[in-house]
C-alpha cells in the first residue's frame, strides 16, 4: 500500500489505459472504484487512488469522470439494482405476452446470476455498510426498477393474464419486487458464503412461484 493506505497502483505507465477503447476505460475504472470504495469506504477512496489502481493519470480519469460521485453513480448503474440490462436482451420478450409468469421466472433468475457477481456483491456491502442507502443514485435505480414491473402487471392487467382486483399496478409491482430487493441486500453482498446465497437465490426464485400461481389465471394460458 502507499502512504495514504490505499493499495499500490498497478505497475503501468502513469496517463496509459490498459486498453486504448475509452468505454474499456470507463469499465476498468468503475470496477476498480468499486472495489476500492468496498476496502476503504467512499470517503476514504480518493480520485488518485482509482486512477492509479489501473495505472492512469487523474488528468485521464476526469476526462471520463467530473468528479468521485459521478464515479459512484456509474457503479450504481452498472451494478446497481437496475444494472442488469443485458438479462432483458437474454431473455425471450415474447414470453411477457405468451407466458407471463415464465417471463418472470427467467428474467429473475438472470437478475439474480448477475446480482451475484462479485462487483455486484461489493457495491451492496458497500451501501450498506456507508449508509448509502438513502443515496439518490440508489433511489433513482430502485424507482427504475420498480417503474419497469409496474408497466409489466399494466399491460398483464389490461389483458386479462390478472384479475382486476389484485391491482393496481404499482401496489403489484411493490408487493414482487419488495422481497427481492430484500433478499439481495441482506444475502447477496460481499460477506456472504456461496451456502448463503445459493439460498437466497433459491427462496426469491420460490417468492417468484408462489406471487405467480396466486396472482395470474391459472387457465388464462391455455384459453390463449
Do not use: C
Not at 2 to 29: F, I, N, S
Not at 48 to 58: D, F, K, Y
Not at 128 to 144: E, I, K, P, Y
Not at 192 to 215: I, S, Y
Request: charge should be neutral.
Amino acid at each position: 500500500m502507499d502512504e495514504t493506505g490505499q493499495d499500490a497502483p498497478a505497475r503501468r505507465r502513469p496517463g496509459r489505459p490498459r486498453k486504448a477503447v475509452a468505454g474499456d476505460t470507463k469499465e476498468e475504472l468503475t470496477r476498480a472504484a468499486v472495489r476500492l470504495f468496498a476496502r476503504h469506504g467512499f470517503a476514504g477512496t480518493s480520485i488518485r487512488a482509482i486512477a492509479r489502481q489501473v495505472g492512469l493519470s487523474e488528468s485521464v480519469l476526469y476526462a471520463h469522470f467530473k468528479n468521485k460521485q459521478a464515479i459512484f453513480d456509474a457503479a450504481m448503474a452498472r451494478y446497481g439494482p437496475q444494472s442488469s440490462t443485458g438479462v432483458l436482451d437474454a431473455v425471450d420478450s415474447g414470453l411477457a405476452e405468451t407466458d407471463p409468469p415464465r417471463f418472470l421466472t427467467e428474467l429473475v433468475g438472470g437478475f439474480l446470476e448477475d446480482w451475484d457477481r462479485e462487483e455486484s456483491r461489493l457495491l451492496i456491502s458497500l451501501v450498506a455498510r456507508d449508509g448509502l442507502l438513502h443515496s439518490g443514485a440508489l433511489r433513482v435505480a430502485l424507482a427504475g426498477m420498480r417503474d419497469y414491473a409496474a408497466g409489466l402487471f399494466a399491460g398483464w392487467l389490461a389483458a386479462e393474464w390478472i384479475p382486476e382486483h389484485l391491482g393496481p399496478a404499482d401496489r403489484l409491482a411493490f408487493s414482487f419486487t419488495g422481497p427481492i430487493g430484500l433478499a439481495r441486500v441482506l444475502h447477496l453482498h460481499a460477506e456472504a458464503g456461496p451456502a448463503e446465497r445459493a439460498q437466497a437465490r433459491a427462496d426469491v426464485l420460490q417468492h417468484v412461484e408462489l406471487f405467480t400461481q396466486a396472482v395470474f389465471y391459472t387457465d388464462r394460458k391455455e384459453n390463449t
